[in-house]
């Protein structure tokens, strides 16, 4: 067992041996555990809450491909470049955009019913911010990710897959030779399995979504806690581009203080003609991009804030009063029953809408395999940084990079020879390091750090309060810690990926994409065209943050990733 860091938890009371696991239950991970199942290898998933509650559940808008009539990969492409800012790895768009059509169709096979037209039977298509065609497939008017979840549940019971639910992984288990061997994992609630336990296998794929809650309000669950990423962090892997945190331009506001997760109004509802005005009626995105309120998140994100800001106002509103009733009801049902949830109703009267944390575009770096710098250890979905999204991720890309993505890590997966499962009860972490844990009140004081520091504008004196803050909360290595718990272990997680996100924001001293540095405005290419690399060194008194840059937007390759 090679030495690391880790949480500090109880020993193992159970134990499952497996070919692979898979660590989460939306696109990316159901995918990958599908198709991992299908080439023979004994896969297990753990999903932190039920099967189907998985972040995809979530996304409204739709999968992004070129799927329309005259639209091509090479224009999906082109405008996922220029979303990017200048930061996405050329070719792992490529794959993206060239793969992804053919990823889609399967996922239709594998039972996935999308919306299509009544004239010609084919699956209907809108567009979104960033998009210069109709290539955004939905389902359910504005349910996607509920019917991509739906269908991909039903094939992984349908396969028989063993599932661990309710499940907060805890650490990557690691070989004599620093290969993965499983992971650790905490079963909230009785059953089977419960209490500390591990999972044995020679393949670990991420595939925990987001990071959300590590800001006060999101449209993040509740329980996107950014724990892949400290999982790989802690054991040794790099995560790349944390600073590039996309708020997404239309939340419906609920209030000043509101917390927690917010519902989403999604960009489909201007891409099909809703206009964004302020409080006096006037579109003031138009004249700020040739798409007006189509433009990039970045963009609209920045729009908002600054007429925010000119009008010393809590909030912007989104105007679809000429869709009508019926348009609503048929197109956008889900948004429409949470709008007159909170006693809003878009038919007769604006929706208020403000900037929240929305997607993470790092996260654990990989290659094109979705390998990372551990060996055996993989990653897909929001958790990984495959460098498609750049600076900024443009719209609905982010469920066609899970399938994607997923599909090539079990075909790497599958050409490997099948390894002998770590045996099912050795010291588990021998050799680690435990980390202190923060009170669980800490969520709360790092979330509220985070927005008013680290949020859609930053400076270098706000990123550095943000820092001190953070300094402040970290436990004290010679005083009591905090009882091992969930609450403690997501306070843990969160305070880690805070860091390292406040550490690369502030070595950033551009403003690009959706990372908008009040003090440096302006985009620096010659400077800032590259990436940010970031990995957890033990030392003799904790553990400190090595950060360094890439040569290229290219990311390096990965040494010793994959399973030899």
Not at 495 to 520: S, Y
Request: hydrophobic share 40%; net charge negative; glycine share 12%.
């Amino acid at each position: 067992m090679t030495a690391g860091l880790r949480l500090d938890a109880p020993r193992s009371g159970w134990a499952i041996a497996a070919d692979v696991v898979v660590v989460g239950s939306g696109v990316a991970g159901l995918t990958a555990a599908l198709r991992c199942a299908a080439s023979g290898r004994k896969t297990v998933i753990v999903t932190k809450a039920r099967l189907d509650a998985g972040s995809t559940r979530w996304a409204q808008g739709g999968i992004a491909a070129a799927l329309g009539e005259g639209d091509t990969p090479g224009q999906h492409l082109d405008d996922t470049l220029v979303a990017g800012a200048g930061l996405c790895d050329e070719e792992a768009v490529r794959t993206l955009v060239t793969e992804g059509p053919d990823a889609v169709r399967r996922l239709i096979a594998a039972g996935a019913r999308f919306d299509t037209s009544a004239e010609t039977g084919r699956i209907a298509l809108t567009r979104e911010g960033g998009h210069h065609r109709r290539r955004i497939a939905h389902a359910g008017g504005d349910a996607t990710g509920a019917e991509i979840s739906r269908a991909l549940v039903a094939a992984v019971r349908d396969a028989g897959i063993e599932t661990v639910e309710n499940a907060l992984v805890l650490d990557l288990l690691k070989d004599a030779g620093g290969h993965a061997a499983g992971v650790s994992l905490h079963v909230m609630g009785e059953g089977r399995h419960d209490g500390v336990g591990a999972v044995h296998a020679p393949a670990v794929v991420l595939a925990t979504g987001g990071m959300g809650q590590v800001f006060s309000a999101t449209t993040n669950p509740s329980v996107s806690t950014g724990d892949g990423v400290a999982l790989a962090l802690r054991a040794g892997a790099e995560v790349s581009d944390l600073e590039f945190v996309q708020f997404h331009p239309t939340v419906l506001y609920l209030g000043p203080g509101s917390e927690g997760q917010q519902p989403l109004v999604s960009e489909a509802v201007r891409g099909e003609g809703a206009h964004l005005v302020d409080a006096d009626g006037e579109r003031f995105m138009v004249g700020q991009h040739e798409l007006a309120e189509l433009a990039p998140r970045d963009i609209v994100a920045k729009g908002i804030m600054r007429r925010m800001r000119e009008r010393g106002a809590d909030c912007m509103y989104l105007d679809a009063r000429h869709f009508g009733a019926r348009m609503w009801q048929e197109r956008f049902p889900t948004i429409l029953a949470a709008c007159r949830a909170h006693g809003i109703d878009p038919v007769t009267e604006p929706v208020p809408v403000a900037p929240a944390a929305h997607y993470a575009s790092g996260g654990v770096r990989t290659d094109l395999a979705g390998r990372t710098t551990v060996p055996g250890l993989y990653a897909c979905g929001e958790v990984a940084c495959t460098g498609v999204h750049g600076a900024n991720r443009l719209a609905s890309n982010s469920l066609l990079e899970g399938l994607v993505f997923a599909e090539r890590i079990a075909a790497d997966i599958a050409r490997t020879p099948v390894r002998t499962p770590a045996p099912a009860d050795p010291g588990d972490l021998a050799g680690t390091r435990t980390v202190p844990l923060p009170p669980a009140e800490a969520r709360y004081a790092i979330q509220r750090t985070m927005t008013a520091g680290a949020g859609v504008l930053r400076s270098a004196e706000s990123l550095a309060r943000a820092a001190e803050e953070l300094a402040a909360l970290a436990p004290d290595e010679t005083g009591k810690p905090a009882e091992p718990g969930v609450e403690t272990w997501e306070a843990a997680n969160l305070h880690l990926v805070a860091g390292v996100l406040v550490a690369a924001a502030l070595r950033r001293t551009e403003t690009r994409g959706c990372h908008w540095r009040e003090d440096h405005p302006e985009r620096d290419d010659e400077s800032w065209r590259r990436h940010l690399v970031v990995a957890l060194r033990p030392t003799a008194g904790g553990s400190e943050l090595a950060v360094g840059t890439t040569d290229s937007t290219a990311f390096p390759p990965v040494t010793g990733g994959g399973t030899p």
